[in-house]
């Protein structure tokens, strides 16, 4: 499969644990990354590899992967986490790279 | 600091070529591989093309092979895309990127600011 694809749309409450996941049979082999996006600016990566954190991003944001499955977990989420969050991986032959459709998350 | 400014985008017609630019400073710039990244107004981001550390190695997605050919030159510290037989579709927000790895690889550590590319007649 050469597609990686995620909920439109998520809502968690302030200050409650939210799960934004992406699926691709790719995923079998590689993880997936994970970018934030706020309107009007340039994605923000925000996990990569295993479970990897670029310096400045807060430790409420952790990846986990199982299976056909990846997944951006936020820990107590805060206002400013508002925004899309695109997935992303390389696609099963290796030689393509793959974005998720984005899912738009809302803290209530 | 890390940084990538592009430019080139225009409007042009259908049919037509363009060739972006982006100028990266702070890093390294051989020590990467690159990515164009693009993103239609108000949705999606899609991966266009990536270029191996060494220019050796390139990739495309299906929708834009054949018609458009990335490029480097790492005297100047800078990175291309050569767009030709424009479509409609191609129309887009295209982000120039850096890639976390010498070769393929999907992570993206940093982003340019992104040049508007509009496709019209």
């Known amino acids: 499969s050469s597609e990686l694809t995620q909920d439109p749309a998520v809502s968690v409450a302030l200050g409650q644990t939210v799960r934004i996941t992406c699926q691709g049979d790719?995923?079998?082999?590689?993880?997936a990354s994970w970018y934030q996006q706020n309107p009007g600016l340039a994605p923000v990566l925000v996990i990569y590899?295993?479970?990897n954190r670029p310096s400045g991003i807060p430790d409420r944001f952790s990846g986990s992967s199982s299976g056909n499955t990846a997944s951006l977990t936020i820990t107590g989420a805060q206002a400013e986490d508002e925004a899309d969050y695109y997935c992303?991986?390389?696609?099963?032959?290796?030689?393509?790279?793959?974005f998720g459709g984005g899912t738009k998350l809302t803290v209530l | 600091e890390v940084q990538l400014v592009e430019s080139g985008g225009v409007v042009v017609q259908p049919g037509g070529s363009l060739r972006l630019s982006c100028a990266a400073s702070?890093?390294?710039?051989?020590?990467?591989?690159m990515h164009w990244v693009r993103q239609t107004p108000g949705k999606g981001l899609e991966w266009v093309s990536l270029?191996?550390?060494?220019?050796?190695?390139?990739y495309y997605a299906d929708s834009v092979k054949g018609r458009f050919t990335i490029s480097r030159d790492n005297s100047e510290n800078s990175l291309y895309l050569q767009m030709n037989s424009l479509r409609a579709e191609d129309t887009a927000l295209y982000y120039c990127?850096?890639?976390?790895?010498?070769?393929?690889?999907?992570?993206?550590?940093?982003w340019g600011q992104g040049t508007l590319v509009t496709v019209s007649s």
């Open positions: 990127a850096r890639s976390l790895h010498l070769g393929i690889g999907h992570s993206i550590d940093y």
């Open positions: 992303n991986s390389r696609d099963s032959s290796g030689n393509h790279v793959l």
């Open positions: 270029i191996s550390w060494d220019g050796g190695s390139t």
């Open positions: 790719s995923l079998r082999s590689y993880y």
């Open positions: 702070g890093f390294t710039f051989d020590d990467h591989a």
């Open positions: 590899g295993k479970n």
